[in-house]
T-cell receptor, first 113, second 112 residues
Framework: EDKVVQSPLSLVVHEGDTVTLNCSYE??????LLWYKQEKKAPTFLFML????IEKKSGRLSSILDKKELFSILNITATQTGDSAIYLC?????????????FGAGTQVVVTP | DGGITQSPKYLFRKEGQNVTLSCEQN?????MYWYRQDPGQGLRLIYY???????QKGDIAEGYSVSREKKESFPLTVTSAQKNPTAFYLC???????????FGDGTRLSIL
């Protein structure tokens, strides 16, 4: 059974802190790993990672994948209150001729002023 | 602007009643998905569809049904057989081939 585990489940930090979120996976037919941010309603896409060791960066957010140890981390530096959200990790797996996505439970991040 | 529209935003179901959640997209995406989100459990796949008139069960399809008569539309019916329907339902679409999904704003379903 495909499994994606995120940790921690929740955390509270102060503005300006750095946050590291973890996503580990055990799946067959791994294709890629994706990170999403969900503030109130619709998750919005952050990163898609397919290769080990290559960091993807967007502003204060960055992410990297380790396909040998089967995990990814999402870093947020100099956090702001607008970073408060649920961060979802999803792994794309291949079934049939195309794939589906296995999601983790998410990490709730609260950034206090 | 292209996007996914889910309606209604809030829905209440009476015992024994079927209800239908709407999902429309104008992104010209072939693949569409329905997910259920419960607190602390992330997103669980209910049904997905790659092309018109074809769809597949996800991990938690029991008590739900879908149709895909048009590329733009993928409605989800929550039947009376679904005994615990209270949840947040998200519709998504994508280009097939493991590309990032675009999500709607969701429908929150509660039991009266």
């Amino acid at each position: 059974e495909d499994k994606v585990v995120q940790s921690p489940l929740s955390l509270v930090v102060h503005e300006g802190d750095t946050v590291t979120l973890n996503c580990s996976y055990e799946v067959t037919n791994f294709r890629s790993l994706l990170w999403y941010k969900q503030e109130k309603k619709a998750p919005t896409f952050l990163f898609m990672l397919t290769s080990s060791g290559i960091e993807k960066k967007s502003g204060r957010l960055s992410s990297i994948l380790d396909k040998k140890e089967l995990f990814s981390i999402l870093n947020i530096t100099a956090t702001q209150t607008g970073d408060s959200a649920i961060y979802l990790c999803a792994v794309a797996v291949t079934t049939d001729s195309w794939g589906k996505f296995q999601f983790g439970a998410g990490t709730q991040v609260v950034v206090t002023p | 602007d292209g996007g996914i529209t889910q309606s209604p935003k809030y829905l209440f179901r009476k015992e024994g009643q079927n209800v239908t959640l709407s999902c429309e997209q104008n992104l010209n995406h072939d693949a569409m998905y329905w997910y259920r989100q419960d607190p602390g459990q992330g997103l669980r796949l209910i049904y997905y569809s790659q092309i018109v008139n074809d769809f597949q069960k996800g991990d938690i399809a029991e008590g739900y049904s879908v149709s895909r008569e048009k590329k733009e539309s993928f409605p989800l019916t929550v039947t009376s057989a679904q005994k615990n329907p209270t949840a947040f339902y998200l519709c998504a679409s994508s280009i097939p081939g493991h590309q990032p999904q675009h999500f709607g704003d969701g429908t929150r379903l509660s039991i009266l």
